[in-house]
């Protein structure tokens, strides 16, 4: 390699070190002050006094009374991610399926009404799903939280596209040793999507875990808050302490960068796929 391409390769390295750290920056910086001592709070780029203060506050319940739920609420805020994560990933693949795999009329008119449905924001029927959820006796509950989002047309549309992709002979080859279409998704077709199912999951599972506005509306007593809630709520008449905010911030981070780290591999994978 002459020098000319060595010093071109050098500034490329360069240019990439120069970006990652302009875009993690602001995460160091956030864990950083989480752990800084409170006056050094936001008037210090780079900390020099440490302490465990702010987790300390946030973990004793904050300025209130009586100290609030928030391993609980960390618990409820896991239960109603994971449950609506899989129960969007599980109606989004036998959709998708159908959608892909399986002809019948009117499947275009339904793929263009899930396109269709796509450019419209999910706030608009924010009000309608909740007078349904009232209605029915789901309020201030695990099913209220979860059962309004049991459906992603995002995940119906990444599967859809991934599935047409796989070739229709290994379909027709399992038909013919008399295996049917549930047998067919759940032992053939979802091995070979283990990539774009990685990251579909990752995406489903971080857009649940960081909802505030549904769990904020549908709930109402302590034992059912999640974190986002308990948070907002601890947090809207003390807005002195910038300190735990971003502890909280930390806090709601991690599970989903430990999902990430243990994903990766797969997740590279899939969003190789959804590049192309």
């Known amino acids: 390699m002459d020098g000319r391409k060595k010093k071109g390769l050098f500034f ?16 160091i910086y956030m864990v950083l002050t ?8 936001d008037k210090k780029l780079i900390p020099t006094d440490f302490t465990l203060k702010s987790y300390q506050w946030l973990l004793g319940g904050g300025e209130a009374v009586i100290p609030r739920p928030w391993l609980h609420a960390f618990f ?3 239960v109603v991610s994971a449950g609506s994560t899989l129960l969007m990933m599980v109606s989004g693949v036998m959709v998708a399926y159908a959608l892909a795999k399986i002809p019948f009329k009117g499947r275009d008119t339904i793929n263009n009404f899930i396109l ?6 999910a706030i608009i029927l924010l009000i309608p799903t909740f007078l349904v959820i009232q209605r029915i006796g789901m309020y201030d509950s695990y099913w209220g939280m979860i059962l ?16 047409k992709a796989i070739p229709d002979t290994f379909i027709e080859a399992a038909k013919l040793d008399g295996a049917n279409d549930f047998q067919i998704l759940f032992k053939i ?13 990752l995406f489903l599972f971080m857009e649940r875990w960081t909802e505030l506005l549904w769990d904020m509306l549908v709930t109402k007593s302590d034992s ?7 948070l907002s709520q601890m947090f809207g008449p003390y807005g002195g302490y910038p300190g735990p905010m971003y502890a909280a911030s930390v806090l709601l981070t991690m599970p989903i960068i430990i999902i990430f780290l243990i994903f990766s591999k797969k997740f590279q994978e899939g969003m190789q796929f959804t590049l192309k």
Not at 12 to 27: D, Q, W
Not at 34 to 41: H, I, N, R
Not at 148 to 163: D, E, H, I, R
Not at 189 to 201: A, D, E
């Open 116 to 121: 269709f449905q796509m450019f419209f924001p």
């Open 76 to 78: 409820n805020s896991f």
């Open 224 to 230: 059912m808050l999640t974190l986002n809630v308990l």
């Open 189 to 201: 077709v979802l091995p070979m999507s283990k990539s774009i199912t990685t990251v579909i999951f």
């Open 12 to 27: 490329r390295y360069l240019i990439a070190v120069i970006l990652l750290l302009i875009m993690i920056f602001p995460y």
């Open 148 to 163: 309004p989002k049991a459906l992603s047309l995002w995940a119906v549309f990444m599967y859809a596209n991934f599935f």
């Open 34 to 41: 989480s752990f800084a001592d409170w006056d050094q709070v």
